[in-house]
């Protein structure tokens, strides 16, 4: 379709929104296929209905990404007045999805008061939108201390803030299946790598049988990252403890790309381990 033509439908549709719910439905989708040329359709729709807006048309809007921004302010005034519960979930999603931060007030003002899902599509939204909802920071480390998990959210919005990067640490030394995987994705290549393997490495050694276990699973998410943590592993093979030999053997056997030093120290302890298991599960890697 030529500029004209597009423009042309886009009107049309835009007509349509305002009739029958078969023919906005229609038109919805139609808009979609326009991208960007129907963003000005979907925000005069907003604007100009009596009714509430379908979801259909939160989710449009959604689907268009950043290239919709502008339609912000209309979604903002759709939802005006509402409270956390009466707000359409996919008017919070596509908030965040247009990643305007003239939303950021409102979604933070939603937050308190929203139940458990609700309350996960805004703050997932918050974190859509990035840097500029900063201000939700102090916020999320508190529900991240309730068991709430915020992780991913904190992550995004502000990685290097030092608050952050202990929630983050927290959180991967919390020994919680996918947490401790959540926030490597973050410490990874932030400024705490250094000190988060370094504590790591140190825990390894704890006089905790149970924290020297737990650090050895947690060596096996970021060993790929960091293979050095082959050769530590490798010296757990004497722990007098059979479960922290067990993981760590575990953790080797899944290796691929092995020290010399640590595969030779594996196929020892596969022949001479004083326990079944940890040999076994040492010998699973020949």
Not at 23 to 32: H, N, P, S
Not at 48 to 55: H, K, M, R, V
Not at 200 to 219: E, G, K, P, Y
Not at 241 to 264: C, E, I, N, S
Request: glycine share 6%; proline share 7%; with cysteine.
């Amino acid at each position: 379709l030529s500029a004209w033509q597009r423009r042309l439908l886009a009107s049309s549709c835009n007509a349509a929104l305002r009739r029958e719910f078969f023919d906005r439905d229609v038109a919805v989708l139609a808009i979609c296929a326009l991208g960007p040329d129907g963003i000005g359709a979907l925000d005069g729709c907003l604007r100009g209905l009596e009714q509430a807006p379908d979801d259909l048309v939160f989710l449009a809007i959604g689907n268009m990404g950043p290239d919709a921004a502008r339609a912000a302010p209309a979604i903002l005034e759709a939802i005006e007045g509402d409270t956390a519960a009466d707000v359409p979930e996919r008017a919070v999603v596509a908030l965040g999805r247009i990643r305007n931060p003239v939303a950021v007030p409102r979604l933070i003002e939603l937050l308190p008061e929203a139940h458990f899902m609700r309350a996960r599509a805004i703050i997932d939204a918050l974190a859509e939108i990035g840097p500029e909802s900063a201000d939700i920071v102090p916020l999320l480390i508190r529900l991240n201390r309730t068991g709430f998990t915020t992780i991913n959210a904190l992550g995004r919005i502000a990685p290097h803030d030092p608050e952050v990067v202990v929630a983050l640490q927290d959180a991967f030394f919390a020994d919680r299946p996918g947490l401790t995987d959540e926030a490597w994705t973050w410490l990874r290549t932030g400024p705490a790598r250094a000190d988060t393997i370094a504590t790591l490495r140190t825990r390894l050694h704890s006089t905790d049988a149970d924290q020297r276990a737990r650090a050895a699973w947690t060596a096996g998410i970021v060993i790929t990252d960091e293979p050095s943590l082959a050769r530590d592993l490798a010296s757990a093979l004497d722990d007098e403890d059979a479960l922290v030999r067990y993981a760590v053997a575990h953790v080797l056997a899944g290796v691929k790309d092995m020290p010399p030093q640590a595969a030779a120290r594996l196929r020892e302890a596969a022949a001479n381990d004083p326990d079944p298991v940890v040999r076994a599960v040492a010998a699973s890697r020949e």
